[in-house]
């Protein structure tokens, strides 16, 4: 009897536990095979709950609450189905076979990822290149994130500065070079997990016109994201050792509103290289109100206060001294290892957005969006003192070893102090400290940063309207205002007095309108400030034209762009154009998309993309030395010429950069195999290309000068073409097989004008002109012979063949090898030009007598291929389900055979400025290329928990 009433009583209890609890369930098939699909995501959007289809294409849900829900199914190449379902009391609801329609334009929306190696990129140093990481479930698009991305290599080789990432309408690419600072939200992977719109390449979008290498749009409701709790923690060998992640979500609640935060840490104390370190917190907050069916308004933002230091590239000199790991950025101060090289930022973005259902086939979206905050990067500076770094080139064995009185003895000594004694092989902050307290003066040294602070104003709008069952309009207009202020600041004193605002190696003085004697403490500006004051807006309109066999988009834009700079220090070099507002240059441009859908059948699809365009010049491209003037490449320019001056007209150079690119591919969709083949072609003319540096140069009395400025190169013409294969095969119900190739070639496609811009060589007062630029080593800017050299972009090739099995437990294990090829040096330009091979005299320019050796020069301005290498990647990981818990674990191991070998990049120093100096092998290995070594072996471990 006990048994049987406690037997009765669980029964009871169970019922009432299940009661008003439902399974939902369904199958999804393609609409146009009849075919079941595997892999598609399906959400309830209520609760955010996400289930995969499986190998027939079915799926369930279980436990469901009474309520009304919305079961959107979506997928890589599929468009979006949604259907509405009312649970009450029934035990089961079966949804039956659910049709989706394959669609090729949806074939590159995915996720975003970024990598720790990306965000700890110095965006000064050619590594800045690593491009903005795509993934999603197309095979190509995530091979080339998470397997060939790893080690640098880009989609089709595009900067970083042809991605346009927009939140709400907000663009985030910076005006001073047109790339974007991930950091800025780094961190929060549960905001940015699926943006509402990735496209690659010049395909259309759904909400702006869009750049060459496309565009990653994120829309930041509550209501669009997974609802409830998701905890996180992953330890790696990257950058940062540990993360933390929580992110809470009410999802849309009855009263209309939904609220959401996430917050997020990224620490190592130390990271895989030597003397650096990361500290990165991150925030997100978002209050949304839905009205009514019509209107709903969306206040957000986010951060992310980040402090982390660099690593230096080195000259293999110093690795084969040092080892991969050497960075020279670092030294011991009182027992711990401090860093000159730290990056810190904080540039809060807020947002209000309002969202406008006018009808049920038109649409508004508008944001206000405010960002704000600062960018600075330390280093030392130092006034008549000697260079603290230790691979400066005096500081080098082989300094040593090409001294007139070099002695054998004293090399092997200086090489065995590098590798013994880390007062030599490091910054020996300790006779810093000492040298500055031992002047009664102003300091020898102090740690500075170079500042800038951002205020952006930004006003965009969207109009999307179904006009008809076959046609859509899209229209947007985009207007942003940036006020940049660029400084230089003293951090520390390093136990100095004050430091001083002139050039001592000029004997100049930075600010006419203060006190030579001034004395600049912590805190405080110097040597440069300047303000830029830019303005750009941008309509376009798009429509879209859908037919049984053909879809064809067309779309257009319009740009204006404003800048100005305005000086806040009159700089003694040029006192009529450092100080004050300059003239403000102006530009207007258009652009055109076109895409042609050719639908074969159900299977196999032809797409054609085609793009022309232009864009204005960013501000560092219309400012070469903004730092010190205004002056610009149009501007009047006077030189020196066997001891007299000429002023020479540049003439008509700062114009807008154009984009010639299309794209044809071939997309098959078979129930076990998908495939993608492509061919694109893309021209870039007048672009333009700049870099700081010393260079060796003769003067016109054909002695040596050693000069610091800007590099500078416009009417720069550069080509890429390739082809691009991605099959993804279902071996079995379990394994899958994937291949991907990626082949290009691109280089530059034309001679371009090369000038340098300096501060080291001015016309003064007495000889003319007062306060005026001068080029040097000619007489006028002139060519710099580059066509068909290699664009240093990354490998030019990838290849990658990987193998993947889906246990129906819920755990997978896959393996990929990837094939790394034609990755070549960055060239140094001036090394192209003919004054390379010359030098002034009282005469007039006369060649080097070493000139005549075609085969000696050929070998001096050959351009380094890096070295092809392999990379084997493995992962791994499971997920759980407790009820309405869910957890996960997953595993990635990196360049599992620890290769060492592989350069991810690398550049030509300037330094070595003609050909006697560039011939010395002693100067070819102070002055030598400078690389970055892969880090080796590295692995992330990632651990989550939802409900």
Same mark, same amino acid.
């Given at each position: ?13 169970m ?7 439902t399974?939902i ?5 393609d ?7 595997y ?28 309520g ?7 997928g890589?190449g599929?468009?979006t ?28 929306i ?61 663009r ?33 979008s ?38 933390v ?9 009855d ?18 290289i030597d003397g ?15 009205f009514?069916d ?7 933002g ?14 293999q ?19 711990e ?9 904080h540039?809060?973005l ?12 038109t ?6 969006g405010?960002?704000f ?6 280093r ?9 770094s ?16 070099a ?20 910054i ?6 000492n040298?500055?307290?031992?002047r ?11 500042v ?10 969207r ?7 076959n ?21 520390? !004193?390093l *136990?100095? @007095?004050? %430091?001083?605002? +002139?050039?001592?190696f ?5 600010n006419? $309108? &203060? ?24 309509a ?11 879809d ?13 700079r ?30 042609v859908?050719?639908? !074969?059948? *159900?299977? @196999?699809? %032809?797409?054609? +993309? ?9 501000? $560092? &491209?219309?400012f ?22 000429e ?10 950069s ?48 050693? !000069?610091? *400025? ?18 993804e ?15 290009g070639?691109?280089?530059y ?30 007489t ?6 580059m ?9 030019q090739q ?9 246990a129906?437990?819920?755990?997978w ?6 094939y ?6 960055d ?14 005299t009282?005469?007039?320019t ?11 020069v ?27 818990y ?7 191991v ?19 400025g ?26 992330f471990i ?6």
């Amino acid at each position: 009897m006990d048994k049987l009433l406690l037997s009765m009583a669980i029964s009871v209890m169970m019922s009432v536990a299940l009661w008003g609890q439902t399974r939902i369930s369904g199958v999804v098939k393609d609409a146009s095979t009849e075919k079941e699909v595997y892999n598609l995501s399906v959400i309830l959007v209520e609760t955010g709950e996400e289930v995969k289809t499986d190998r027939i294409g079915y799926f369930q849900f279980v436990d469901v609450e009474t309520g009304t829900y919305t079961v959107r199914v979506s997928g890589v190449g599929y468009l979006t189905h949604e259907q509405e379902v009312v649970v009450s009391n029934e035990p089961r609801i079966d949804l039956g076979e659910m049709k989706i329609v394959f669609n090729p334009k949806n074939e590159e929306i995915g996720i975003i990822t970024l990598t720790s190696d990306e965000l700890s990129a110095d965006e000064s140093s050619s590594q800045s290149a690593a491009g903005l990481l795509q993934s999603s479930q197309d095979v190509f698009a995530s091979t080339a994130a998470f397997e060939l991305g790893a080690y640098w290599f880009k989609v089709r080789g595009y900067d970083n500065k042809y991605n346009d990432v927009f939140f709400n309408g907000v663009r985030m690419n910076k005006i001073n070079n047109d790339r974007v600072n991930f950091g800025d939200w780094g961190g929060l992977n549960d905001v940015t997990r699926r943006p509402a719109e990735q496209t690659l390449g010049i395909e259309p979008s759904q909400y702006v016109f869009g750049d060459v290498g496309g565009v990653t749009y994120f829309d930041t409701r509550p209501s669009m994201m997974r609802k409830g709790t998701s905890l996180a923690y992953s330890f790696t060998n990257r950058s940062y050792n540990q993360r933390v992640l929580a992110t809470y979500n009410t999802g849309l609640m009855d009263n209309g509103w939904a609220f959401m935060a996430s917050g997020a840490r990224r620490w190592a104390e130390e990271g895989v290289i030597d003397g650096t370190f990361y500290d990165s917190w991150a925030y997100f907050f978002a209050a949304e109100k839905k009205f009514n069916d019509r209107h709903s308004i969306v206040l957000s933002g986010f951060g992310s206060p980040t402090r982390r230091s660099t690593n230096s590239p080195n000259t293999q000199e110093v690795y084969d001294l040092m080892g991969k790991d050497y960075n020279a950025y670092w030294g011991w101060q009182d027992g711990e290892k401090r860093s000159e090289r730290i990056r810190q930022f904080h540039q809060p973005l807020f947002m209000l957005t309002h969202h406008f259902n006018i009808s049920n086939r038109t649409n508004l979206i508008t944001t206000l969006g405010y960002q704000f905050g600062k960018d600075s990067r330390s280093r030392l500076d130092w006034h008549t003192a000697n260079n603290p770094s230790p691979t400066y080139y005096r500081n080098l064995p082989s300094y040593y070893a090409q001294l007139d009185d070099a002695n054998p003895e004293n090399v092997a000594e200086i090489t065995r102090l590098w590798q013994t004694d880390q007062t030599v092989s490091q910054i020996d902050w300790t006779d810093i400290y000492n040298q500055n307290r031992n002047r009664t003066g102003a300091a020898a040294y102090v740690l500075a940063a170079d500042v800038n602070e951002d205020q952006i104003m930004t006003f965009s709008t969207r109009l999307q309207s179904q006009i008809m069952s076959n046609f859509k309009l899209t229209a947007g207009l985009n207007y942003q205002n940036t006020r940049s202020e660029y400084y230089r600041e003293v951090l520390d !004193l390093l *136990g100095g @007095n004050y %430091f001083v605002n +002139n050039n001592a190696f000029q004997d100049t003085r930075y600010n006419m $309108d &203060e006190d030579e004697n001034r004395q600049v403490m912590e805190g405080d500006k110097y040597q440069y400030n300047y303000i830029i004051n830019h303005q750009r807006g941008d309509a376009f309109i798009q429509g879209e034209y859908t037919s049984t066999k053909f879809d064809v988009t067309l779309g257009m834009k319009a740009a204006y762009t404003s800048v100005n700079r305005d000086g806040k220090y009159r700089h003694e070099q040029y006192l009529d154009r450092s100080a004050g507002k300059s003239e403000t240059y102006d530009f207007v441009d258009w652009g055109s998309k076109l895409q042609v859908l050719y639908k !074969l059948n *159900g299977r @196999n699809f %032809f797409q054609l +993309n085609a793009m022309y365009a232009s864009y204005a010049p960013t501000v $560092d &491209e219309i400012f070469p030395n903004a730092r010190s003037n205004d002056y610009t490449i149009d501007n009047y320019v006077a030189v020196k010429r066997n001891g007299a001056v000429e002023t020479l007209e540049n003439g008509n150079n700062l114009k807008n950069s154009k984009i010639l690119s299309t794209d044809l591919s071939y997309i098959l969709r078979a129930p076990r195999v998908k495939g993608r083949l492509t061919g694109f072609y893309t021209r870039f003319f007048d672009e333009y290309e700049k870099n700081f540096g010393y260079i060796d140069v003769t003067d016109g009395s054909g002695g040596q000068e050693n !000069l610091f *400025g800007a590099e500078y190169l416009y009417n720069v013409d550069k080509l890429f073409f390739g082809g691009e294969f991605a099959l993804e095969a279902q071996l079995t119900t379990t394994l899958t097989l994937s291949a991907v190739a990626s082949v290009g070639q691109y280089t530059y496609d034309n001679n371009p004008t090369y000038q340098r811009f300096s501060d080291s060589n001015f016309i003064d007062g007495d000889e003319g002109t007062a306060g005026q630029m001068v080029t040097f080593g000619s007489t006028s800017p002139e060519t710099a012979y580059m066509e068909n050299y290699r664009l240093a972009v990354g490998p030019q090739q990838g290849f990658s063949l990987g193998l993947e099995y889906r246990a129906p437990q819920y755990w997978w294990i896959g393996a990929t090898g990837n094939y790394l090829a034609a990755n070549y040096l960055d060239i140094a330009p001036f090394k192209r030009t003919s004054s390379f091979l010359t030098y002034e005299t009282a005469s007039g320019t006369q060649p080097y007598p070493q000139s005549s050796d075609e085969a000696l020069v050929r070998s001096l301005l050959e351009q380094q291929e890096l070295s092809s290498e392999f990379m084997l990647n493995l992962n791994a990981g499971k997920t759980f389900r407790f009820g309405k818990y869910y957890m996960g674990i997953s595993a990635n191991v990196n360049n599992v055979l620890d290769n060492r070998d592989y350069v991810t990049g690398g550049f030509e120093q300037i330094r070595l400025g003609n050909l006697p100096e560039a011939m010395d092998e002693g100067n070819q290995s102070m002055f030598g290329p400078k690389y970055w070594y892969d880090r080796g072996r590295s692995y992330f471990i990632n651990v989550f928990f939802r409900f």
